[in-house]
């Protein structure tokens, strides 16, 4: 037999003996082996198309300095959490454990200056290579550092409830909180609260990337009360920057100042009772920076809202410039007439008295009269429809709405 006929006869006997082995119909049909190497081959593709880690940034708003793991959640956990008859999580059904890791980063606190940060990320445990939508959840007012989201890693917390059913979560410990524990939280200032929440967004991704975790081009934003307001303070900043959000909930936030501050003080009457019968005034426009009687003032005004075995220091900002009649600094830290391209759903319940219900009605308003395309509010049925009762409801809304847009959980 020629060389060239041999070798030609033995490449064609090696072929049918390999399709043989691997049980492959060669030029047609199918079976389990050829299926696995598909998805082996699927597989492989995957991993290969990972980008590249791209190079940190330093020394900037975003940069991720560290990050570890601080507590391992199991689907029995989350599922144990979830049933407690007490939890404000609404009836839902765990799927994956999940890693809780505290991450730190560079953002801006209230005086504008760069300073370091912290929050967590939760990450369900998925197989190698699968992506995962993110969704940051900004958490509401809390007075202790200990309830900030980086150090409250239990199952029952919504950061973990809600990377069980697939989303990689993040949460901004937010500034005086965590890794910045000491300074002023700029309580209801929307451009350091928006940048807390912004930046950890930016290190998030570069934390995900070295950890060689994908997520897919989804992003959801929602928040409670504080983080109501925080929501919609970084919505308007990322739509601002040109980054694109899947969808937005945003529950019973304080979104216009003067309405709320006027609602939770003035109609409670502590100046005219209070302040009077102490000798406070209210003072006048000028004095956007009071004396020692209108610091008092502050001071007392500060009592009714923040409690006074807080571990938190919260900035007076927001109170000096209703203090001063400040329209415009309290406008410009409002977030009621805006327009947004984001779908948007507000939530609130008419019985609250914690952040005044008015609130909700003003932004859909205003921000309808902005031209938003897609934005409604979620009026809460419970009874009564307080601002602790209309948690679970939210959350319900919350979980129900991002299910209509979410993929790869």
Known sequence: MPVVSYRSFLRSTL????CSVLLTACGG???TAQTNLADNASNASNTIALPAIPPRITNTRGALLNGELVKTNTVQDSTAAVSNPITKTPPLIPLYDVKQYRVTYQTLDGSNNLTNASGVIAVPQKPAGAKSPLLS????TVFFDREAPSNDTAATSPMNILASMGYVVIAADYIGYGESRGKEHPYLQKEPSAAAVTDFITATKQWLAEQRLPLNDQLFLTGYSEGGYVTLAAQQALEAAGIPITASVAGAGP???QYTLDELLSTKALLAAAGGALGFSRPAPAAKYPGKIDEATVDV???FLIPKESDIKFSKTFLLDWMADDYDTMRRNSLYDWRTTTPTRLTHGRDDETVP???SERAI?????????????EVCAAVPAD?????KPYAQVMTEYFSTFARDL
């Open 15 to 18: 072929l049918l003996l390999t």
């Open 29 to 31: 049909g199918s079976s």
């Open 137 to 140: 959840f900004q958490h509401g």
């Open 255 to 257: 979104y216009d100042l």
């Open 301 to 303: 005004l500060l009592y």
């Open 357 to 359: 219900y008015g609130n």
């Open 365 to 377: 308003s205003g921000m309808r009269a902005k031209n938003t395309p897609d934005i409604a509010l």
């Open 387 to 391: 601002h602790t009762n209309c948690i």
